[in-house]
């Protein structure tokens, strides 16, 4: 139904109208006021008015839709948006609907962003300050920013249009979203990674979460700024990925795993050849030697699908001096501990857990999710062999996100990894909503200090506490 027939309706059927106006308005009052608003459209402040603004966007922008050249190059985004806006003046003045300067700028915008961007999430994914999206069915969305969850008042028209905006992102990828397959991972443009979940799976709608990417990698600097490292802790992080040595971060969901191997493939030398390989490509690596691989779900019929551990088992045909794999989740962690046990030193991956003990339990069970029938000890030994290092994070209850804990891979003792932190966080104190704190070396060397210095690189005895105070 179109608007003006919405608003004709509305004065003739003696309801309350946009205006409030019910059928104890005077004739001639009735009269004045439905010309006015045949020709006047307000954005909306409540539920009678929201259909009529919606309407209005509808009918305005599938016109609009309808009269852009289907063969115009969207990825030319200025010239696109400069074509929609001189369509949108002609509507609007052909229709002779009048708008204020705010109700034509923002009716402007949000048909914009459902044309060149992504619809209602188009401001949050331009605004800075918010690190993760999430899309709970139409009318409800949640943000993150420094680390806490908010909702915002933002909703979608309906759970059809949340389907639209998933089909945008999805589609240029050559991934699928529908019944048959209701879940997928997809990543936006800039890098975002997106996770979208669909009935019958969700109960509750269409859900979309987006961790977004940060238009300018986070730095040293700033990582040092934030509390998240010490300068100490990260000198000897530096050391160790120069000197070669296997390194899995470790964490839960959100605390900054891929934030930190990003800082820590920028130490990579740049006359290394690098291979990356991802679910959904994230990592920012600055350096020219990079051969990004990422990992592809089945088709329609099921063919088609390339795993983690099939790109894992290609890469070592590809001459890396180090593979980086975004995350090891399944079975390919027995190909990448034969890659770290084979020659491919250097190498870097991230692991969900709880604590460094608990990554390696996991590192243990994914192992057999492989199939192979080794004994656990065998399984044991190939992992103390393999990763020389592990770096944990945390998101705190603050919502900060630190290191908590440094622990070097150390060897075997019977049937059992061992295990040496050498920088762990003690927290202090909780001051106006922030936890107090610093990340502490222990006092203990690690015993690949060999293959450190090995490499030309020496660190001062005080980065590891020696010859010092500690101070509480």
């Known amino acids: 139904m179109s608007l003006l027939k919405r608003i004709e309706q509305g004065q003739s059927g003696g309801g309350e109208t946009s205006s409030g106006v019910g059928p104890a308005a005077s004739s001639g009052e009735a009269s004045r006021l439905s010309q006015l608003q045949a020709r006047r459209v307000s954005a909306p402040s409540a539920a009678p008015q929201a259909g009529t603004y919606f309407d209005l966007k509808t009918r305005v922008q599938n016109k609009l839709l309808a009269e852009l050249d289907p063969s115009m190059d969207i990825s030319r985004t200025d010239e696109v948006r400069r074509t929609i806006q001189e369509l949108f003046e002609q509507i609007l003045s052909e229709e002779n609907i009048v708008l204020s300067r705010p109700e034509r700028a923002r009716l402007f915008e949000q048909i914009a962003a459902e044309i060149l961007g992504f619809g209602p999430l188009q401001p949050l994914l331009e605004d800075e300050s918010v690190t993760e999206i999430m899309v709970n069915g139409a009318k409800n969305i949640y943000i993150e920013r420094k680390g806490k969850i908010h ?35 997809a990543r936006l443009p800039d890098g975002s990674r997106v996770n979208a979940v669909i009935p019958p799976i969700s109960l509750v709608g269409p859900v979309l979460t987006i961790r977004k990417f940060a238009k300018n990698p986070i730095t040293i600097e700033q990582l040092i700024q934030y509390g998240s490292i010490t300068p100490e802790a990260l000198q ?30 920028s130490f990579i030398p740049g006359d290394e050849r690098i291979i990356t390989i991802e679910n959904a490509a994230e990592l920012q690596l600055r350096q020219e030697h990079v051969v990004t691989l990422e990992s592809r779900p089945p088709n329609i019929e099921g063919r088609g699908e390339i795993t983690i551990r099939q790109l894992v088992i290609n890469s070592l045909r590809m001459r890396p001096d180090r593979i980086v794999v975004g995350e090891i989740r399944d079975e390919a962690a027995l190909d990448m501990l034969q890659a770290m046990n084979t020659g491919h030193d250097g190498s870097m991956t991230t692991a969900h857990s709880n604590s460094p003990r608990d990554t390696l339990s996991r590192l243990e069970t994914m192992t057999l999710m492989a199939g192979m029938d080794l004994p656990v000890r065998a399984i044991r030994e190939q992992i103390a062999s393999a990763i020389d290092m592990i770096i944990h994070q945390e998101r705190l209850r603050d919502g900060s996100r630190k290191v908590v804990s440094i622990t070097e891979v150390s060897g075997m003792e019977g049937d059992v990894i061992t295990m040496t932190e050498i920088f762990t966080f003690e927290q ?38 020696v010859g010092e105070r500690r101070r509480y």
Do not use: Q, W
């Open 236 to 265: 000897f992080i530096k050391a160790c990925v120069e000197a070669k040595l296997n390194i899995v971060i470790s964490g839960g969901t959100g605390s900054g795993k891929t934030t930190l191997l990003n800082i820590l493939s």
């Open 428 to 465: 202090t104190g909780y001051e106006n909503g922030k936890v107090v704190g610093r990340l502490r070396p222990t006092g203990l060397r690690p015993k690949f200090m060999d293959k450190i210095e090995a490499a030309g690189i020496h660190l001062p005895p005080s980065i590891f506490g």
């Open 151 to 185: 909702r915002v008042p933002v909703t979608f028209e309906s759970n059809d249009h949340v389907m639209r905006i998933i089909d945008r992102i999805v589609a240029p990828l050559g991934r699928r979203i529908d019944e048959s397959s209701p879940y997928v991972d």
